[in-house]
């Protein structure tokens, strides 16, 4: 089995700054991706931000020279700096794992909990 576990969301004001964090643990061989999304009640789910093994990484127009998505290969761990926050950031924010667990495996998506992120005017 596989669990995503995040931290670091909460309240914070228009102009703050957040860093989430998560953590892949369980039966893992290889990760190829993670990533962050965030989604608000009656849209769907929309990608943030995603960094690959390799480092390179992709943001969605909307918080680029916001945002800072890095990884810890070592730990299997993402995070997401996220800094001169709006309020149109407030959602929820999942952590993904696109990851094998056998070395022949497939690759599957996992999926955090949720953090909840709210920024006020």
């Known amino acids: 089995q596989v669990q995503l576990v995040e931290s670091g969301g909460g309240l914070v004001q228009a102009g703050g700054s957040l860093r989430l964090s998560c953590t892949a643990s369980?039966?893992?061989?290889?990760?190829?991706?993670m990533a962050w999304y965030r989604q608000v009640p009656g849209k769907q789910r929309e990608l943030v931000a995603s960094?690959?093994?390799?480092?390179?990484?992709q943001y969605v127009d909307s918080v680029k020279g916001r945002f800072t998505i890095s990884r810890d290969n070592a730990k299997n761990a993402v995070y997401l700096q996220m800094n001169s926050l709006k309020p149109e950031d407030t959602a929820v924010y999942y952590c993904?794992?696109?990851?094998?667990?056998?070395?022949?495996?497939?690759?599957?998506?996992?999926w955090g909990q949720g953090t909840q992120v709210t920024v006020s005017s």
């Open positions: 993904n794992a696109n990851l094998r667990q056998l070395r022949f495996g497939p690759q599957r998506n996992y």
């Open positions: 960094i690959i093994t390799g480092g390179s990484t």
């Open positions: 369980g039966s893992i061989f290889s990760i190829n991706s």
